[in-house]
């Protein structure tokens, strides 16, 4: 069973930080990786999607790595800002039809 | 209106009843999924749906059962609803390359 981990679980900034998230997964055997975004009592928002076969995918001020290899990912958020206060999630979908999410990072960025 | 709705928002219901949520896509997305999301264990896949009249159990699927008659609807049956279904349960679609869309969440609490 894929087993998908994300750390720190919280994690505390300074507004215009720039600030890395990260996530890794037990099963290199993914067709694709993606990011979330949930706001408190909201539903998912998608961020990013990377296929197996990119390196990277970028949105704004949002850029995502994948290293299937290692079984890692990252997502950068540059100059942060307030509004990107909020728990990010990153989800993996293998061979297995199932479509597995990490526990989450809860990012607040400080004023 | 294009995207995947959930209904109903919210529910209350009382234990030993048996309550349908649904799920509604509108883009043919071939697979559709359900996860319940609670504090401390993230989000769990509990069914999901690879075509229609095609299903699988995910992680939790004890107490619950799915139907997918056609492919833009994927309801979920709680058979007889105990306190420990209480939850947010989200709904979600997608194709196997592209991204994964969610609902809105229903909150559904077991009294």
């Known amino acids: 069973k894929q087993e998908v981990t994300q750390i720190p679980a919280a994690l505390s900034v300074p507004e215009g930080e720039n600030l890395v998230l990260n996530c890794s997964f037990t099963?290199?055997?993914?067709?694709?990786l993606q990011w979330f975004r949930q706001d408190p009592g909201k539903g998912l928002t998608s961020l990013l999607l990377i296929q197996s076969s990119q390196r990277e995918q970028t949105s704004g001020r949002l850029n995502a790595s994948l290293d299937k290899s290692s079984g890692r990912s990252t997502l950068y958020i540059a100059a942060s800002q307030p509004g990107d206060s909020a728990t990010y999630l990153c989800?993996?979908?293998?061979?297995?039809?199932?479509?597995?999410f990490g526990t989450g990072t809860s990012l607040t960025v400080i004023p | 209106d294009a995207g995947i709705t959930q209904s109903p928002r919210y529910k209350i219901t009382e234990t030993g009843r048996q309550v349908t949520l649904m799920c509604h896509q509108t883009?043919?997305?071939?697979?559709m999924f359900w996860y319940r999301q609670d504090l401390g264990h993230g989000l769990r896949l509990i069914y999901y749906s690879a075509a229609a009249d095609i299903t699988d159990k995910g992680e939790v699927p004890d107490g619950y059962v799915v139907s997918r008659s056609k492919t833009e609807n994927f309801p979920l049956t709680l058979e007889s609803a105990t306190r420990s279904q209480t939850s947010v349960y989200f709904c979600?679609?997608?194709?196997?390359?592209?991204?994964?869309?969610f609902g809105q969440g229903t909150r559904l609490t077991v009294v």
């Open positions: 099963d290199s055997a993914i067709y694709n």
């Open positions: 883009w043919s997305h071939s697979y």
């Open positions: 979600a679609s997608r194709m196997v390359s592209t991204e994964a869309f």
């Open positions: 989800a993996v979908w293998g061979n297995g039809n199932q479509f597995y």
